[in-house]
């Protein structure tokens, strides 16, 4: 069992690599081991190329003969933009395979498994399985519920507050965690905020490094009943590079609408009011797996108050500014004791520099 905990961490690591890259496929490590040696290695790094299998597989050649495969989610099963990987394990004559976890999509869901059991092969299912649940929390709500994967990043002061009485926010937070911030984007499918944070702040909502993009960018989303984005606005340009998706009402402004497609801008008019379920419902049927909530108090209000969080990054400044009229980081109605008040586990509490700390939680709704 130690010897699979090791290869499966080497397995997992291959995984991680990827991250951000394999949308809408989950992210996949493996590590075909031989006589305690490794032989072939292999991520997946991108839809519609080879598995990390296929990858590890053709790296060990004929050395797979008789020797054992560990893999972080179930090998698939059937036909979709590449064959079967089940099917290349077995035609590599590999001896055993060690799984993290199983894979949740009906179209695998232990077909194979039993593909690689039926050829006569040694299966373990389970090594690692929390972790290689972890590394695909997004794919694995994504692929069972039909709908983004939510995360919610805030920044705040020590006393709660996202800006200042007059609403001034930049910065609360430091470079380091700033930094942090653009490497979370590029992670992300899609990145949403209300209007008021576009009015408020004019941002770019793109992920960068040291002032350059990265070559992956999440889909823009602004939340926008009544089409207040001005034409001007920095997530109005360059459309054609970094998307930008407005969701609005059927009541808005039909000439503001035509201005906006005009730019290149997806303006998607929502039947009746726009809650939060009816986006969430929109943004899951054209493709997007994951989304990072961005916005101010009366955004993160709605999204709580829809119990739609399935993660929480908050970046806590070790600086205090008070104000009874400076926003907090949730608004909305509000729960209306702390009997209701949620939960968050499995927290991660991290120091990020001198003046920010990081805290990861996932909300437990009763």
Request: a negative charge; charged letters at 20%; one cysteine or more.
């Amino acid at each position: 069992m130690e010897r699979d905990n090791q290869y499966m961490d080497m397995a997992l690591g291959l995984a991680k690599s990827a991250l951000g890259q394999t949308s809408p496929n989950p992210l996949v490590g493996a590590v075909v081991v031989k006589d305690g040696a490794v032989v072939g290695m292999g991520a997946h790094l991108r839809a519609g190329e080879p598995h990390a299998e296929v990858h590890a597989l053709r790296m060990a050649g004929d050395s797979a003969r008789g020797a054992t495969l560990y893999v972080t989610l179930e090998p698939c099963s059937h036909h979709g933009k590449t064959p079967p990987c089940a099917d290349a394990v077995v035609a590599a004559g590999i001896s055993r395979v060690v799984i993290a976890v199983l894979d949740p999509n009906p179209l695998v869901a232990e077909n194979g498994v039993q593909k690689l059991r039926d050829s006569g092969l040694e299966v373990t299912v389970g090594v690692k399985e929390e972790e290689a649940r972890q590394l695909n929390e997004v794919f694995f709500h994504y692929i069972t519920t039909k709908r983004p994967f939510v995360t919610v990043k805030t920044a705040s002061t020590l006393d709660g507050k996202i800006a200042s009485v007059t609403g001034h926010s930049r910065w609360i937070t430091g470079s380091t965690a700033r930094a942090q911030v653009h490497e979370l984007r590029r992670q992300y499918d899609a990145i949403l905020v209300g209007v008021g944070t576009v009015l408020a702040d004019d941002p770019e909502l793109t992920a960068r490094c040291n002032g350059q993009t990265y070559g992956r960018q999440p889909v823009r989303v602004i939340l926008d009943s009544h089409l207040r984005t001005p034409l001007s606005a920095r997530v109005i340009q360059g459309v054609e590079h970094v998307p930008t998706w407005i969701f609005t009402t059927e009541e808005s402004c039909r000439e503001k609408r035509e201005e906006l497609l005009a730019k290149g801008v997806t303006v998607i008019a929502v039947a009746g009011p726009m809650t939060v379920d009816a986006v969430l419902s929109v943004l899951g049927e054209r493709g997007i797996t994951s989304l990072l909530v961005e916005g101010g108090a009366e955004v993160n209000g709605s999204f709580l108050q829809a119990r739609a969080i399935q993660k929480i990054v908050s970046y806590v400044s070790l600086k205090l500014i008070g104000g009874n009229g400076a926003p907090s980081l949730f608004g909305g109605q509000g729960l209306t004791s702390m009997d209701e008040a949620v939960v968050l586990t499995h927290t991660q509490v991290e120091q990020v520099d001198e003046q920010d700390i990081r805290i990861i939680g996932y909300p437990r709704w009763s």
